[in-house]
């Protein structure tokens, strides 16, 4: 399953650091600052269960499974790759 994964942290000087390192080691590819790409065998509750621990209560979370591909005009370069190398 393709996950895009949308995420606002509304903790005033949260650290993000944590959550950043849980999505690298799924596989995640950046996009934009606060949204991630990732190919998975998981559900969307699964990685969401994975991730929960780097959220607090008051943050915001989003996943939708990917099934075609997207549309964008300027992203970071790992989630242009990403989107390329699964659709020509």
């Given at each position: ?9 509304n ?50 979370y ?11 005009t ?15």
């Amino acid at each position: 399953m393709r996950l895009c994964i949308n995420y606002d942290l509304n903790k005033s000087g949260k650290d993000y650091a944590g959550l950043i390192a849980a999505l690298e080691r799924l596989g995640a590819k950046r996009a934009c600052r606060s949204t991630w790409l990732l190919d998975t065998s998981s559900s969307e509750r699964g990685v969401y269960d994975y991730l929960s621990p780097y959220l607090d209560k008051d943050d915001f979370y989003f996943s939708v499974v990917i099934t075609q591909k997207p549309f964008w005009t300027r992203m970071f370069a790992t989630g242009a790759a990403w989107i390329n190398a699964r659709w020509a």
